[in-house]
């Protein structure tokens, strides 16, 4: 992992709703909360200058993060994040501590590389479709990666790219996977775009049944509208 994260936090004695608000409004700060281990939950306070600036890289958000609560550092990941629905602004933060020993379960982003190479688009001319944007995992917190790659390169026309199809880093366990082949998720396709193959097939079948259906005896004019209209319109 190269980034490190830390974040200044204090110990949060006022509580309730109209506190959060009162912290947000005058402070400049957020309402956050560590959980997990064997150690009670503890309400925090986090700059909110400081946690917005974090999460603009994205790494954040699968990294082990420190938080320096008063004297102590506690590692943590993220795991939940509450933002405001129409401001930029984030509301609550959720960290759940972290054993270095034991095995952590996150999610990690997706990144699609060699798009621009792939078979299915250049040769063929499809689309990539991306079904997922990030894969839940297993590890031990020194194993955690910043992100999954998917490489799109060869893959071709009406192709799928499953879990089952990805590497790994060592140490890291897809939790679907876990579970059984019949959780092995579709993570991108290589699809006919819309209004190419199918449309044009379709045109060709009404255009053959036009045709093969004979006008009645006086009634060219009107067979001549029904039909695809080639020539008839000049």
């Known amino acids: 992992m190269s980034e490190d994260f ?100 996150v999610k990690v982003p997706i990144h699609f590389i060699n798009e621009d190479k792939c078979v299915g688009v250049k040769l063929q001319g499809g689309s990539i479709r991306h079904t997922l944007n990030e894969i839940e995992i297993v590890c031990l917190p020194k194993d955690l990666p910043e992100f999954i790659e998917v490489d799109m390169e060869n893959v071709e026309l009406g192709v799928s790219v499953h879990l089952s199809d990805l590497t790994f880093p060592e140490g890291v366990r897809s939790v679907a996977l876990s579970v059984g082949e019949e959780s092995d998720l579709n993570v991108a396709s290589v699809q006919q775009p819309r209004g190419g193959a199918e449309e044009e097939e379709a045109a060709a079948e009404e255009g053959e049944a036009a045709e093969g259906e004979a006008p009645a005896e006086g009634d060219g004019d009107s067979g001549g509208e029904e039909s695809s209209g080639d020539g008839d319109d000049a």
Do not use: W
């Open 6 to 105: 830390e974040l200044e936090c204090s110990v949060r004695e006022d509580l309730g709703k109209g506190a959060s608000r009162r912290l947000r409004r005058l402070d400049g700060s957020i309402p956050a909360v560590l959980y997990g281990g064997k150690k009670d939950p503890v309400s925090l306070t986090i700059a909110h200058k400081d946690i917005a600036k974090a999460t603009e890289n994205e790494a954040f958000f699968s990294h082990i993060i420190t938080l320096n609560i008063d004297s102590k550092k506690e590692p943590a990941v993220i795991k939940a994040l509450q933002r405001h629905p129409a401001k930029p602004f984030i509301l609550h933060a959720d960290f759940q501590r972290v054993d270095m020993k034991q095995e952590i379960q």
